[in-house]
């Protein structure tokens, strides 16, 4: 059960609900972590709305963006949360080793670009006063300016969802760990690129 009550979108002020009910609908299986922040219609409209904003105008690509979500999920033990988006990260042709091993020296299936999305998501979330140059150089040599503070900006988020949704006690949607489940036991035809 929920640290506190779920809020149906009929509780909702007007203004807030097409965010509730947009991110419910198309943003994935996270219902339950959004009728917790319906306690909050500021929180709704802002942190969720950044959300859908940032899909509409996807700026990273989402192989990516799913690297970088999946290791601050693994790295902070939010089981919510990597039960939510392992399944997005196979969908970018990931095998469910690469998703399991994602912390390891070696993924299988990571290219170069990958790995340094990986070592970046780390290191903001286990060091960020300590990151080097030399990460920021791995960075550049693949991605924009605007991308890298994108991908800052969603790795920080990122555990900052981690945090919420272990001390609210947000359960798991139904089906959401059957689904990844039974993708991490089906074999996959590819475990490379997109």
């Given at each position: 059960?929920?640290?506190?009550?779920?809020?149906?979108?009929?509780?909702?002020?007007?203004?807030?609900?097409?965010?509730?009910e947009?991110?419910?609908?198309?943003?994935?299986?996270?219902?339950?972590?959004?009728?917790?922040?319906?306690?909050?219609?500021?929180?709704?409209?802002?942190?969720?709305?950044?959300?859908?904003?940032?899909?509409?105008?996807?700026?990273?690509?989402k192989?990516?963006?799913?690297?970088?979500?999946?290791?601050?999920?693994?790295?902070n033990?939010?089981?919510?949360?990597?039960?939510?988006?392992?399944?997005?990260?196979?969908?970018?042709?990931?095998?469910?080793?690469?998703?399991?091993?994602?912390?390891?020296?070696?993924?299988?299936?990571?290219?170069?670009?990958?790995?340094?999305?990986?070592?970046?998501?780390?290191?903001?979330?286990?060091?960020?006063?300590?990151?080097?140059d030399?990460?920021?150089?791995?960075?550049?040599?693949?991605?924009?300016?605007?991308?890298?503070?994108?991908?800052?900006?969603?790795?920080?988020?990122?555990?900052?969802?981690?945090?919420?949704?272990?001390?609210?006690?947000?359960?798991?949607?139904?089906g959401?760990?059957?689904?990844?489940?039974?993708?991490?036991?089906?074999?996959?035809?590819?475990?490379?690129?997109?």
């Amino acid at each position: 059960m929920p640290r506190v009550r779920e809020i149906e979108i009929d509780e909702v002020p007007a203004d807030a609900r097409p965010i509730y009910e947009r991110f419910a609908r198309d943003y994935g299986p996270f219902l339950n972590q959004v009728k917790i922040f319906a306690h909050r219609p500021p929180a709704l409209r802002h942190i969720m709305g950044l959300l859908l904003e940032l899909a509409d105008d996807a700026l990273l690509p989402k192989r990516h963006l799913e690297i970088a979500l999946v290791v601050v999920s693994k790295l902070n033990e939010c089981d919510y949360c990597v039960a939510h988006h392992a399944p997005r990260l196979m969908d970018q042709g990931l095998s469910a080793a690469a998703t399991e091993n994602i912390l390891a020296d070696q993924v299988p299936g990571f290219d170069d670009v990958d790995m340094a999305v990986r070592d970046y998501a780390m290191q903001v979330t286990e060091t960020p006063g300590h990151i080097r140059d030399a990460m920021h150089e791995r960075l550049q040599a693949h991605f924009s300016e605007e991308q890298i503070v994108e991908l800052t900006l969603r790795i920080a988020l990122c555990g900052f969802f981690n945090r919420f949704n272990d001390a609210m006690g947000i359960e798991m949607e139904d089906g959401v760990e059957a689904e990844m489940i039974a993708r991490t036991s089906a074999p996959m035809e590819s475990t490379g690129g997109d």
